[in-house]
Structure formats: C-alpha cells, structure tokens
C-alpha cells in the first residue's frame, strides 16, 4: 500500500467549476438535439461548453498533480478529478446543507471482482473527501489492493433522517 501524507485540499473552486462545465455541456447537448435552434445558436453552445470545460482542467490541475504523487509509477486503475467528482455529486440531494458537515465518502472508483482462479488482487487508487462547514476536502489517496465495492458514504445522523425523511415523503 502507497500512501501520499496531503494536507486536507479544498474542492471549493474545482466543484464550481465542475458545475458550470456540466450545465453548458448540458445545454449545448440539449441546443444540439433540437432543430430549431440556428447552427450559430448550435456553435455558440458548444463553444460556451468548451470554454466552460478548459475553466475546470485548469481549475482542477494541482489536484491532478496531487493525485500523480500518490499513483507514482502506476499505469492502470488509475483516479481522474472526474472520479472524485462524481462521487460527491452522487450524495443524496435531498441531505440539507447544515447536515452535510461530517459526511466522508471512501471511495475505489476502479472497483471490481476477480475470480478466485485469478489468484492476484491488483492495485487500485482509492479516495476519501470529507465535508466540513467550508465545503468538501480530499483527505487521503492512496494506492491499495483493488476493492469489490466502489465506495462507501458514511452520513452524519442528520443526514440519515433526511434522507429517510424524503423517502417517507410522497
């Protein structure tokens, strides 16, 4: 196991710059799909969408050298900023924002099964991020043996009864 010491890293910048960049592909993909949008209504989408793409790589390029660090030398299973991403936008919307401080994810995003033939458990790059009242942190990557289950959100009480909350709700 390969462990990089990183002092808590701030996603603040890197979400909202993931956010836009998600709303403009969105909105280009949508302006692309209907025909009675021009072709310079088409064109201006698709370049608001780039512009906003290119905003989140640079936003996001010392995390990519944060995340190399900890990789080292590998070359497969490897973690993208997308990955990480991805796992805080896959925390329940329906959690309220006062609840979310304390809320870490643990995440493998290269999880898999082997058979048991296979004999070899291969290195993956694992994650953690935990919310605090300014916002998300990564807190830890790390290059371990490679995990069946992609990863795991650990909610605060609070976060739990809004969840079962909105489940309960019609």
Not at 13 to 25: D, G
Not at 100 to 116: K, V, W
Request: net charge positive; charged share 25%; proline share 4%.
């Amino acid at each position: 196991m390969f462990t990089t010491n990183i002092k808590p890293y701030k996603l603040t910048a890197i979400i909202t710059a993931w956010s836009a960049a998600k709303a403009a592909q969105r909105t280009a993909d949508h302006r692309a799909g209907i025909s009675y949008y021009t072709d310079a209504e088409k064109a201006a989408a698709k370049a608001a969408a780039d512009a906003a793409r290119a905003a989140y790589v640079a936003a996001s390029a010392e995390l990519r050298e944060v995340i190399h660090a900890a990789e080292g030398r590998a070359s497969v299973r490897l973690l993208s900023v997308d990955d990480i991403m991805d796992a805080i936008d896959s925390v329940p919307r329906c959690v309220l924002k006062k609840h979310l401080p304390g809320c870490e994810i643990h995440c493998d995003p290269n999880a898999q099964s082997f058979p048991h033939a296979y004999g070899y458990r291969p290195d993956s790059t694992h994650f953690s991020v935990v919310r605090r009242p300014a916002g998300w942190y990564l807190v830890r990557v790390i290059r371990d043996t490679c995990g069946t289950s992609r990863g795991q959100l650990v909610l605060t009480d609070g976060a739990k009864a809004d969840i079962i909350a909105a489940a309960e709700t019609l």
